[in-house]
């Protein structure tokens, strides 16, 4: 008589991940995975659509050596927009957690104010948010003022910084609205934090900025991380992004090969922004 095969429980598990991870696999590699491995393959070609077919020329590091070497179009774009980034990140990530620690307080209508934060999200496409922003719509009113804008002009006209300062200024509020993920990321990190930790801290005697520095801001470090990363990602990828323009060209070869070395850019910036973390929060945790 044959035995009979039982499946473990951790086979059966692993089935049943599988099983759940299957649709997801499947829809990336063929929406993702292919377009990525194909754009590669564009990237060392020159691509000729005809009436029946499509036509590949292999043309090398032509492109690449073309966008590194031989223009400086990804330069006079990218420096400008990049200088925005770093200024910007800091201002999104700091906003958001001030926020969500405000929107965490047991206050009246905070359900009400928690969705007045996370609706522009939601009803903000690209395409609106780039209307907005043309039109002018997400600046600093008192920043057109004649004192500030004198001041600007005199102290920042001549210097490298001047103009993606301004600009991210003129946009300042749309960049704000924009924050919803960040804030609700913050707000689920925060509601981690155990209450007893704050009642001892209240009990010690410790004052609400103390709590802040030893309890709060340690405990939102891997939060603070994840919103760094999301919001480099968010912020390159934002409908004002220059580069995007770039990339968006009929030469489907330059592209591909100018869309990949903006990744790689992206990549590398994000590696700093992760070594510059650890060691900070290293360094913060010896001192505790």
Known sequence: MAKKRVL???????????????PWLLGFIMFLGFPLVFSVYMSFNTLKILPN???YN??????????????????????????????????????????????????????????????????????VLQGFMSQGEGGLGFIQGDAINGFMDTYLADSSWGKPVKAVLENFVMVLWYS???????????????????????????????????????????????????????????PSN???????SDNYGYS??????????????LGIIMLIYSRVNRGSSRRR
Do not use: C
């Open 256 to 269: 591909s090969a100018l869309a990949w070395i903006y990744f790689i850019i992206i990549l590398v910036f």
């Open 58 to 127: 292999f043309v090398g590091l032509k492109y690449y050596h073309e966008i590194l070497f031989g223009s400086s179009a990804l330069y006079d774009e990218l420096i400008p927009y990049f200088q925005e980034v770093i200024f910007m990140v800091p201002v999104i990530v700091i906003f958001a957690l001030l926020i969500a620690i405000f929107l965490n307080q047991k206050l009246p209508g905070r359900l009400v104010f928690r969705a007045l934060f996370f609706l522009p999200v939601i009803f903000s496409t690209g395409a």
């Open 8 to 22: 473990t429980t951790r086979t059966v598990r692993n089935l049943e991940g599988s099983l759940f991870m299957a």
């Open 242 to 248: 220059p580069v995007i323009n770039l990339i968006n």
């Open 53 to 55: 077919k499509m036509k």
């Open 180 to 238: 919803g993920v960040q804030i609700l990321i913050f707000l689920a990190g925060r509601q981690t934090i155990p209450v007893s930790a704050y009642e001892s801290a209240r009990i010690d005697g410790a004052s609400p900025w103390e709590v802040f520095w030893k309890i709060t801001l340690p405990a939102m470090s891997p939060f603070i991380l994840l919103n760094l990363i999301y919001t480099v990602v968010d912020m390159f990828t934002f």
